[in-house]
């Protein structure tokens, strides 16, 4: 129990007595912890970096960390590459306080929804087309666009004209969490001219004016 204990010391020879006290005290002040995550698991990043942070009002305490899930470590910082909820408890070194607090590791790995509509074919009446992709689009989320015919770098818009026939071929790659999805489409072209045939039923002469002309 916390209060003051006071001890008397008498000498058995000379019968003198000394008397003296201390004071027991109780220190109740229990740490303040929080845990930040730096990101989330997704299709670059693998791993995460969970950091606790531990606060007391008492100058000059330190602490020790115990994380759940039976990970052997009494470090601040923990290194994570599963989803879950992860608990951290704090003790403080000095007066054996405890503080606990949890946090969950979250993981987005969703690759783009797209979609490459048909393109009418390329002919000499429309020697130009626009190729492009439709991407469902997430609050926040930018994306990024590579397109390539033959294997080859064309564009690197959402949607751009073309002249030539071929397969197109597009990478979507989320800008946040880095994961991508291919779609393609193949765009045809007929530019080849009519085969014309002109066939005469005779010559034209003094006697002879008039002609039939037929075309196939």
Do not use: M
Not at 66 to 72: M, T, V
Not at 161 to 172: C, E, F, L, N, R
């Amino acid at each position: 129990n916390i209060g003051i204990y006071s001890v008397t010391v008498t000498d058995n020879v000379s019968k003198c007595e000394v008397v003296t006290s201390t004071e027991v005290t109780r220190s109740l002040v229990y740490p303040t912890v929080t845990v930040n995550v730096d990101k989330d698991i997704n299709c670059s990043v693998n791993e995460v970096v969970v950091t606790a942070t531990a606060s007391t009002t008492i100058a000059g305490h330190t602490f020790t960390y115990d994380w759940s899930d039976a990970l052997s470590t009494q470090n601040s910082t923990l290194t994570i590459s599963n989803t879950d909820v992860y608990t951290v408890t704090v003790t403080d070194d000095q007066n054996h306080c405890t503080a606990s607090t949890t946090v969950q590791v979250n993981e987005d790995k969703n690759e783009p929804v797209i979609n490459v509509p048909p393109v009418d074919q390329l002919d000499c009446t429309n020697l130009s087309r626009t190729v492009g992709v439709e991407v469902t689009t997430i609050a926040g989320h930018t994306y990024t666009y590579n397109w390539e015919r033959s294997s080859v770098q064309v564009s690197t818009d959402q949607s751009f004209a073309i002249s030539d026939a071929g397969i197109y071929k597009v990478t979507v790659i989320d800008a946040v969490n880095f994961c991508s999805a291919t779609s393609q489409v193949e765009v045809v072209k007929d530019t080849n001219l009519p085969v014309l045939h002109v066939s005469k039923s005779n010559d034209l002469d003094c006697r002879i004016t008039d002609a039939n002309l037929s075309v196939s």
